[in-house]
C-alpha cells in the first residue's frame, strides 16, 4: 500500500474570506464616514464665513451712513442666495457727549434660520442735541471734580 504524503492546502477558507470581507466592509464604511464628515465640515465653514461676509455688508453699511432715521428705519439686504438678510437698529445715547450705544439685530428665515446680535458704541457728534451735549459735559466736568477732591 502506497501512502501519500501529506499535501498542504494553500488556499483560503470560506470562513477566512467571510471574515475578511467583514473587516474590509467595516472600514470602507468607516473611512466613508470620515470623509463625508470632512466635507460636511468644509461647507459648514463655507456657510460660516459667508454670514459673516454678510454681516459684515450690514455692519458697514450701519457705519457709513451718516442719518441716524436711516438707521433706526433699518433695512434689507438681498444676499447672491436669494435670500434676504433683514435688520433693524436701535440707537440710545450714553452719559458721555456724542456716544452713542448701537443694538444692530440681523435674521435671515428660509430654509435656514439664522440670527445675529451685535453691541456698537459710534462717536457720533452730528447725532448729539446741543443742548443735551452741553448738559452731559457739565455732568462729567461735576463728576470728575468730586473725584478729585479727598
Not at 440710545?92 to 440681523?106: H, I, M, R, Y
Request: glycine fraction near 4%; charge should be negative.
Amino acid at each position: 500500500m502506497k501512502s501519500r504524503a501529506p499535501t498542504s492546502s494553500r488556499a483560503f477558507t470560506l470562513v477566512e474570506v467571510l471574515v475578511s470581507l467583514a473587516i474590509f466592509s467595516l472600514a470602507v464604511v468607516a473611512l466613508s464616514s470620515a470623509y463625508l464628515n470632512v466635507i460636511s465640515g468644509y461647507r459648514d465653514s463655507e456657510t460660516q464665513r459667508d454670514r459673516h461676509e454678510n454681516w459684515s455688508l450690514v455692519r458697514l453699511q450701519v457705519l457709513i451712513e451718516p442719518d441716524r432715521s436711516e438707521i433706526e428705519s433699518g433695512g434689507q439686504i438681498t444676499l447672491p442666495d436669494n435670500s434676504t438678510l433683514r435688520w433693524t437698529a436701535r440707537i440710545e445715547p450714553t452719559e458721555l457727549a456724542d456716544l452713542f450705544a448701537l443694538e444692530l439685530s440681523g435674521e435671515i428665515s428660509g430654509a435656514e434660520d439664522w440670527s445675529q446680535n451685535e453691541r456698537l458704541m459710534l462717536f457720533r457728534p452730528e447725532w448729539s442735541d446741543p443742548g443735551d451735549r452741553d448738559q452731559l459735559r457739565a455732568d462729567n466736568r461735576q463728576r470728575l471734580s468730586e473725584n478729585r477732591m479727598p
